[in-house]
């Protein structure tokens, strides 16, 4: 509301934070911060906002910063009548900022349970930064991250690298470093795989030496242990992940995913169900749902996997494995033409798509699980031998 640009990303960073802090609630459903920002800055019906996110509260407000002090408004509203629970400001200095968000954070525990006056309230266990310039440099790197795209990726990285040059026992920034590193490999953008995963799991390592509550480095590690084909560990992690924020709907779908990796298509389902919810307008939803159609492959639901595919499809960023589980399924459904269309897309996408592609970035734990997800790409016309999987 200030007028200055410069401080949306400090108005991204308590709204992060507070998002964080109430997710640790274990009663509490919250929505993901990838689907409420969408909301960021519209004049907006709170009714409408509550039915498409699937919530019966909704939080909103302001922050104000001017000089060293910072104006933040807030209000609570009953979504089901458009009353107003609570409403407050708040004047506080800078240097009171973390006060200031756990301050909000148990306002807003208090007036959802009021019955629960004995009630213990979480608090975020998260290291704080010592210096307010490496959270706000952290804060700007997760604003760039969220944009999904080679080149942010790699400006996000320049400002998690700033925020632990300003304070190198800032856990967050670590972990944010290694996520970089993580979505370079899966999405090809730059560097060499194995040099990315390996920079990645220092990185996210480092995080959890100095924050082992750090749901999101818990994520990042299983994100790895899944590259390297370690199903075991990577349902460790996420598990770890969904056990300190419930609401992190990232950790449900590495959760899902590393299950239809292991063979369980079924509880994989359940998963990607959760984190959909959670996440109902997630930038990165074209993952969910391609995820899930191909975890129906695996079911010989090829009639649904498809209707999955095409949503997949339809997003403006969605990526490569999209295309992917669009060709297997119609090459399943003996769709000759269509599936032709959908081969040409992919190779277009990718010329040199491989069956080594499909094993490093799929590493099925079942030999049957792989050649049914290739099968339906060899149906579909791409040159894909029978020869046994390699196992990493």
């Not at 007028?3 to 993901?32: K, M």
């Not at 079924?266 to 159609?293: G, Y």
């Not at 297997?328 to 959908?342: C, N, Q």
């Amino acid at each position: 509301m200030s007028g200055d640009p410069e401080q949306e990303y400090f108005s991204d960073g308590i709204t992060e934070d507070l998002i964080t802090a109430l997710s640790r609630i274990h009663w509490l459903f919250v929505t993901a911060r990838n689907s409420t920002f969408t909301f960021k800055g519209t004049a907006v019906d709170v009714k409408h906002v509550a039915e498409e996110l699937g919530v019966r509260y909704v939080v909103e407000g302001s922050v104000r910063k001017a000089g060293n002090r910072i104006r933040v408004t807030a209000q609570l509203i009953d979504a089901t009548t458009g009353g107003h629970v609570w409403a407050r400001h708040y004047d506080r200095e800078l240097s009171d900022v973390f006060a200031l968000q756990d301050e909000i954070s148990d306002t807003i525990t208090a007036a959802l349970q009021p019955e629960l006056a004995g009630f213990e309230r979480e608090r975020a266990h998260r290291k704080r930064p010592d210096n307010l310039d490496a959270w706000e440099s952290y804060q700007r790197g997760l604003w760039h991250v969220y944009q999904f795209s080679g080149e942010e990726n790699e400006t996000a990285r320049g400002l998690f690298r700033r925020a632990i040059e300003l304070d190198p026992g800032f856990g967050g920034a670590y972990m944010g470093l290694g996520y970089t590193y993580f979505l370079d490999t899966i999405f090809g953008w730059g560097g060499g795989a194995d040099d990315n995963i390996q920079q990645s799991f220092r990185a996210t390592k480092k995080a959890l030496t100095l924050d082992n509550r750090d749901a999101m480095a818990h994520y990042v590690l299983g994100r790895l242990y899944m590259l390297l084909g370690d199903q075991e560990s990577a349902l460790a992690e996420s598990e770890q992940a969904i056990e300190l924020n419930p609401s992190l709907a990232l950790g449900h779908f590495g959760l899902g995913h590393a299950l239809m990796l292991m063979g369980r298509p079924n509880d994989a389902m359940a998963e990607l169900d959760i984190a959909m919810r959670l996440s109902p307008r997630d930038p990165i939803m074209w993952v969910f749902e391609c995820t899930k159609a191909t975890a129906l492959v695996l079911m010989d639901d090829f009639d649904q996997a498809l209707d999955y595919a095409r949503r997949a499809a339809r997003h403006a960023n969605t990526g490569l494995w999209a295309s992917v589980a669009m060709t297997s399924v119609l090459g399943h459904l003996g769709r000759a033409e269509e599936a032709g269309a959908a081969l040409r897309n992919l190779l277009g996408i990718k010329p040199d798509f491989a069956p080594e592609f499909i094993r490093t970035y799929l590493p099925f734990d079942r030999q049957e699980d792989h050649e049914q997800y290739v099968a339906g790409l060899r149906k579909a016309g791409l040159d894909i031998s029978e020869e046994p999987m390699v196992s990493g």
